[in-house]
């Protein structure tokens, strides 16, 4: 549609930009309600991301979506944080209200919203959840797993010092874990996250034996690319339901085009299959 002088804008900044899905997300959205606005890529370098952040009112933008590597650099640029983005310790939306910046975590919400759309006999309080990862994302993960009121959360990292930290930091329900034990970590296990770059494609495997998952495990691999990973394969294979990450990417960017855009859109069939057709099937390389 052509857009008129009063057309909302939002867009996405990362550096690089191009491979973000967020153009082709919104650009749905906005043609399949007939929204005039636009959403586009912003490529902007780690150090312009303070400037880049600080024009958008003067440039009439309602806000935008943050990647790699901006999402904890924006923290110090905000006028105001939500709960959820400071306990995550990263900002993934910012919205221009009156002139300020306000910035949110919806990576949490959209992570929710996919499991329980994917698994919808999912019980949180059935046991415990393995999370693999310790970075953003697993904040991310950790976060919305405590608020739906998961009891215990074990964290396991290649890298161990993270896992701890991670635990240290949000203490309670978290216990870190031995990498070396991730097999024997999912004993009585009601839910398996893998937050980590494996099973990414040009990533190596994620290697992980799902023998000790109980029958009722729900297996979510937050990876999208590809969207059938060799982890998600096994978990099928065991009869146990699987869940990919591309649900998490489109329920995350609800709450910033309602906020943008004045429209809470739907997740339907047709959105997933039309993002599913941009992304390879094949799993990572060994």
Do not use: C
């Not at 780690?46 to 901006?70: E, M």
């Not at 085009?257 to 799993?283: C, E, K, M, N, Q």
Request: hydrophobic content about 50%; cysteine-free.
């Amino acid at each position: 549609m052509t857009l008129s002088g009063m057309a909302r804008v939002a867009g996405v900044m990362g550096w690089p930009v191009g491979h973000s899905r967020s153009p082709a997300l919104h650009g749905h959205w906005l043609e399949v309600y007939g929204i005039d606005g636009a959403y586009v890529p912003l490529p902007v370098h780690p150090d312009r991301l303070g400037a880049a952040l600080k024009a958008l009112p003067a440039l009439g933008f309602a806000g935008v979506n943050l990647t790699l590597p901006h999402k904890e650099a924006a923290l110090v640029h905000l006028t105001r944080t939500d709960d959820v983005a400071r306990r995550i310790g990263a900002v993934n939306t910012v919205v221009v209200r009156e002139g300020e910046l306000e910035g949110s975590n919806t990576d949490a919400f959209g992570f929710i919203e996919n499991l329980r759309g994917g698994a919808p006999t999912w019980q949180p309080l059935l046991g415990a959840a393995v999370v693999l990862g310790a970075g953003g994302a697993a904040r991310a993960v950790v976060v919305a797993l405590l608020d739906a009121g998961v009891a215990e959360i074990r964290v396991l990292n290649r890298t161990p010092e993270r896992a701890v930290r991670l635990a240290r930091d949000f203490g309670g329900a978290l216990k870190s874990l031995d990498w070396n034990a991730r097999a024997h970590a999912l004993a009585d296990v009601n839910l398996l996250v893998n937050t980590t770059s494996l099973g990414m494609a040009g990533q190596p495997e994620l290697d992980i034996a799902l023998d000790r998952l109980p029958s009722h495990a729900v297996v979510n691999d937050i990876v999208y690319v590809p969207l059938n990973t060799k982890l998600l394969t096994a978990a099928r294979a065991r009869g146990l339901v699987a869940v990919d990450g591309l649900g998490m990417l489109l329920h995350q960017g609800r709450p910033g085009f309602h906020a943008w855009f004045g429209r809470d859109p739907d997740v339907t069939t047709a959105l997933y299959t039309r993002l599913a057709a941009t992304i390879p099937t094949a799993s990572a390389t060994p």
